[in-house]
């Protein structure tokens, strides 16, 4: 890409230069009031606490933080491929072997 058209893309989102010349030079301070509106439309205070709204949020994050959810996925894997082990192979062993 061009660097104009890098700098007219971000020509909104950086505020403009303090230290130029015409700024310093005039001693008036009518210049910076672009600059002043810039920074006074800017949230001030902390910054909220983010609320996940996903599973790490839910199970892993904050007061809620448990390892339960591992130990209840592992269990669950297991029980799943006991029981499709047991309908593929093992119930024909129940009764008589190979």
């Known amino acids: ?3 104009s058209l890098v700098r007219r893309q971000l020509g909104g989102l950086i ?3 303090i230290a130029s010349p015409g700024l310093l030079s005039g001693g008036s301070g ?3 009031s672009p600059l002043v509106n ?3 439309k800017l949230p001030k205070g902390p910054a909220p606490a983010s609320t996940g709204r996903g599973l790490k949020a839910k199970f892993f994050s904050g007061s809620n933080a448990s390892g339960a959810p591992i130990v ?3 269990f669950g894997i ?3 491929g006991y029981t499709i082990d047991y309908q593929m192979h093992l119930k024909h062993h129940k009764n008589h072997a190979h």
Do not use: E, Q, R, V
Request: proline share 11%; net charge neutral.
């Open 38 to 40: 810039f920074y006074s």
């Open 72 to 74: 209840a996925t592992i």
């Open 15 to 17: 505020p403009p230069k």
């Open 30 to 32: 009518d210049g910076l």
């Open 78 to 80: 297991f029980a799943l």
């Open 1 to 3: 890409m061009h660097a």
